[in-house]
């Protein structure tokens, strides 16, 4: 789609990105900058005995280096990633020092003086080591990082009732977020306050961990958010730290100061999704129903706890896929270990246990001789069906999704010719046909975050013009146009009437995280209940001038008028001109918060999220079982947005998920050696190109759900969980065996191949 086709729909930022106008950190420049490099460890597990500068701070053009000793208030809080590591390094690559010198290049060999000397310590590179209780301990307290369990019925009495029993174990990989622009942050001392630029999804909480380090109050430090090269969940606690450590060196120089990682520099301390291993045991009576799921999850959390907690229950509360299971009992550890610490990539949780749960399902359906289709519309989720949580479903959109996808695909005929093919072409090139299903909690949940809410502020100028104020941030979602286009459906205005504010924290309200699906539904929420404010203004001040009663007044076209008689219009301009006139003002504060979820934590199940994502997936896939290569040729997804503020978004936004969810598949892994990352460029960390996507049919289904803005459900994160397993069922239907443990790599396939073939 062309550019005047993207901005006839509103997107405000597309003209300066594609332009290259955009200021992003690296971008900024100030007179008398200094230039930042980080020293980091080289172990996995150390305890630091000296830090020697001397050398480095002689060499030209070098002002400071900086320890954990110059930090005045505190390096992190308990089991947080420092700022830099004060006495132990818990993972290989963790910053123990800063230079600031006059130049990058000053400053990349100025680093290489810094002498630290480290007492070498045991270390644990697995959870089951970690787990082990003669494990050395990451912490006084041990390596158990969190404990979560799921029950549901009774999981005894469950087996009983069925008549087969499987059980299966699969293993997902850790991955990389994979944005385009690394981590980078520019601090700018000031006269009252020192301001930070640095691309977030979350600015209070980078404005927390930068003040809590500085030793100032909230007032002493804003954070200002520049334009963000992407995120999927990796500029969270990289980014704060990233902000802190610049922050930290212009206070103590008081110059600004630059902080940009190389791509090597992010893979090595950056974040990364969860690696998972579980074992499944499924009980299944002959009819076809499913009767039991007992789930055992192992999840490597790395040094830090980041958001293992919320990762952790969201995955316990989705093990079972978006089926009712009568029983269930889920149980998921995540420990620390000597890695690189884990954290949120899009998808949260969801992804490990969509790859398991829709798996098994595929297996059991073959083992039984059912079709997979058949199998899913017997155990999906339906409306007021009670989840593997114990939580009543409503507004389900499962069916419809599926339905959607299978007709699009033609599922009936298309499996029958594709058999077809695999006899007619033999056994060197084979097609198969997968699908997946999947559901996913909106926002932080009951049994996760606690608390969600967001506030947003909305100032509607004397010529009807709105600025948005939010701290949501525009990391390439599309978040900011939602709430242009909450507000223009509120009030009947046009999107480009209509301007989200840069993030400053000093000027604008908390919104919360950019994170967990939560944008549309609760800062949605948020903005519209603020525009709500205004638009009862309009109506009163329309009803009175029309004498009509206000319930007849619509806002529609930029003009207010009877829903009976539309030629009988007032000008929305002329009706704030005259707001104010009258002295009033058109300023509105929206809130929204989410309470009444009931979550039993001493049991296990409840009510886990205020409502949640629909969609299904089916993959048509090409195996050369002579390379191992894997083809994805077609690739349908269709995924319940309730309301779709933009289609051409929702679109982009699936083809998106497509991409990534394909990388997880058939593509992405961190190698890792004791610790140590090996493939830390792109050169050897493969991700997909525009060669590997396949054909893409995205589908739109708007199931208005009575939760979200104008029935609008999430996106950004749903669209990658139903991949990976679509497409790996797919590469069982033309092999005959299923790759449990992902990606599905040249030369697993191969492997696969020689035992099965």
Same mark, same amino acid.
């Given at each position: ?20 106008? $955009? ?22 597990? /150390? ?11 002689? @060499? ?6 900086? %320890? ?7 390096? /992190? ?71 979560? =369990? ?60 930068? %003040? ?31 902000? /802190? ?8 120089? +008081? ?8 791509? =090597? ?21 002959? /009819? ?14 790395? !040094? ?85 949580? &114990?939580?009543?479903? %409503? ?80 990391? +390439? ?17 046009? %999107? ?19 994170? $967990? ?6 800062? +949605? ?17 329309? $009803? ?35 707001? @104010?006139?009258? &002295? ?7 809130? @929204? ?19 949640? !994502?629909? +969609? ?142």
């Amino acid at each position: 789609m062309n550019i005047l086709a993207i901005n006839a729909e509103g997107r405000a930022d597309v003209f300066a990105k594609v332009t290259g106008r $955009a200021k992003y950190a690296n971008d900024l420049h100030y007179e008398g900058m200094l230039y930042l490099k980080v020293i980091r460890s080289p172990h996995p597990h /150390a305890r630091i005995t000296r830090i020697v500068p001397i050398r480095a701070e002689r @060499y030209p053009g070098v002002v400071r280096v900086i %320890t954990a000793g110059d930090i005045p208030g505190i390096i /992190a809080q308990p089991k947080e990633k420092p700022v830099l590591a004060a006495d132990l390094v818990r993972y290989a690559g963790e910053g123990v020092a800063l230079v600031a010198s006059e130049s990058r290049e000053i400053a990349e060999e100025a680093a290489k003086l810094v002498e630290v000397e480290y007492e070498v310590l045991p270390a644990v590179f697995s959870p089951e080591e970690a787990l082990d209780e003669n494990a050395p301990k990451i912490y006084e307290e041990g390596n158990i990082l969190y404990h979560f =369990e799921v029950n549901k019925g009774d999981i005894a009495e469950g087996f009983k009732q069925a008549d087969y029993i499987f059980e299966r174990e699969y293993n997902t990989q850790r991955v990389q977020h994979v944005a385009v622009e690394p981590e980078a942050a520019v601090a700018v001392p000031g006269v009252d306050e020192l301001t930070v630029y640095v691309p977030t999804n979350d600015p209070f909480n980078a404005r927390r961990v930068i %003040t809590e380090a500085l030793g100032v109050d909230a007032t002493g430090v804003k954070v200002v958010l520049p334009a963000i090269g992407g995120s999927f969940g990796g500029k969270s606690y990289d980014s704060w730290v990233l902000g /802190a450590r610049a922050a930290l060196a212009a206070s103590i120089t +008081g110059r600004p100061c630059k902080l940009v990682y190389t791509r =090597e520099e992010s893979i090595i301390e950056g974040t990364k999704r969860h690696p998972y291993k579980m074992k499944y045991k499924v009980g299944v009576n002959s /009819a076809g129903m499913l009767t039991a799921m007992e789930i055992d999850i192992t999840g490597d959390g790395g !040094a830090y706890k980041s958001k293992s907690y919320p990762v952790a229950s969201r995955s316990a509360v989705e093990a079972t896929g978006p089926y009712v299971v009568p029983n269930v009992k889920t149980n998921i550890v995540m420990a620390y270990t000597n890695n690189v610490y884990s954290d949120a990539l899009r998808g949260f949780g969801s992804p490990q246990v969509a790859f398991s749960s829709e798996l098994i399902i595929d297996e059991i359906a073959k083992e039984l001789k059912l079709d997979p289709v058949e199998f899913r519309k017997r155990n999906a989720l339906k409306e007021n069906s009670v989840s593997g949580a &114990g939580q009543l479903m %409503t507004e389900v959109s499962l069916g419809e999704c599926l339905d959607r996808v299978t007709s699009a695909i033609d599922w009936e005929n298309r499996k029958v010719w594709i058999a077809e093919e695999r006899k007619n072409r033999g056994n060197k090139k084979v097609r198969g046909l997968g699908i997946a299903l999947l559901h996913r909690g909106e926002a932080f949940g009951a049994c996760g975050q606690g608390l969600d809410a967001a506030a947003v502020s909305m100032h509607v100028q004397k010529d009807g013009s709105i600025v948005i104020l939010t701290s949501m941030s525009e990391v +390439g979602n599309g978040c900011h146009n939602m709430l242009r286009k909450v507000v223009s459906d509120t009030l009947g205005l046009r %999107t480009d009437k209509i301007r989200v504010h840069t993030v400053d924290t000093s000027c604008v309200p908390d919104s919360g995280p950019t994170v $967990a699906t939560r944008g549309t539904v609760i800062i +949605g929420n948020a903005v519209k209940a603020a525009a709500e404010e205004v638009k009862s203004k309009l109506v009163k001040l329309a $009803a009175e001038k029309l004498a009509v009663s206000e319930d007849k007044i619509i806002l529609r076209n930029e003009c207010a008028y009877p829903f009976d008689n539309a030629g009988n219009k007032l000008c929305y301009f002329d009706l704030i001109r005259e707001i @104010y006139a009258r &002295g009033d003002h058109g300023y509105a504060q929206g809130w @929204y918060v989410v309470n009444g979820l009931k979550w039993d934590r001493e049991k296990g199940r409840g009510e886990a999220y205020l409502s949640y !994502a629909y +969609g299904a997936c089916a993959a048509e896939v090409e195996v050369d079982l002579e390379t191992g290569q894997v083809f994805v040729e077609k690739f349908f997804a269709a995924h319940d947005v309730g309301h779709a503020f933009g289609r051409e978004e929702v679109k982009g936004q699936i083809n998106g998920g497509i991409a990534m969810g394909t990388g997880y598949a058939l593509f992405e892994e961190v190698e890792m050696k004791c610790g140590i990352i090996r493939n830390t460029n792109y050169n050897k960390y493969l991700i997909p190109t525009a060669l590997d996507m396949p054909d893409t049919i995205p589908i739109v289904v708007e199931h208005p759900s009575r939760t979200g803005p104008y029935g609008a459900r999430g996106l950004g994160e749903p669209v990658v969980c139903g991949i990976a397993p679509a497409i790996i069922n797919a590469v069982a239907d033309a092999t005959g065996f299923y790759v449990r443990d992902i990606p599905a790599s040249l030369e697993k396939i191969l492997g696969y191949a020689r035992k099965n073939i």
